[in-house]
């Protein structure tokens, strides 16, 4: 396993210092996007709970990943009903080229 670095970071004026295997500017990115989606939620309204936010904020994250994740079976499905088609068109042209093409 490699070694776990230690990254500081800051949200919502909140420092965490967080154990990763993952690069530091890595870490850097993801404590980023959830202050970004943080301060999405919190609009124009500053003065509330950073704890609350940054729940809300995951709930958003989490949603987004499950939509994603969703988004992909889904997409897996029609690839895989796609490739189905493409093999039986595929058989029946086979077909097809046996009966016009002369056997040797």
């Known amino acids: 396993m490699a070694d776990k670095n ?19 500017n890595y870490v850097r990115e993801l404590a980023a996007y959830v202050e970004k989606r ?3 939620i919190q609009g124009g309204a500053p003065g509330q709970d950073p704890v609350k936010l940054l729940g809300l ?3 958003a994250i989490a949603d987004e990943l499950l939509r994603l994740r969703d988004e992909r ?3 897996d499905k029609e690839r895989t009903a ?11 042209l086979r077909q097809l080229l046996d009966s ?3 056997e040797k």
């Open 73 to 75: 079976r889904e997409g």
């Open 57 to 59: 904020a995951a709930i």
């Open 82 to 92: 796609t490739e189905k088609d493409a093999v039986a068109r595929l058989g029946a």
């Open 6 to 24: 230690r990254i500081e970071v800051e949200i919502l004026g909140q420092r965490y210092t967080i154990r990763s295997e993952a690069t530091p």
């Open 100 to 102: 016009v093409v002369p």
């Open 38 to 40: 943080a301060k999405e």
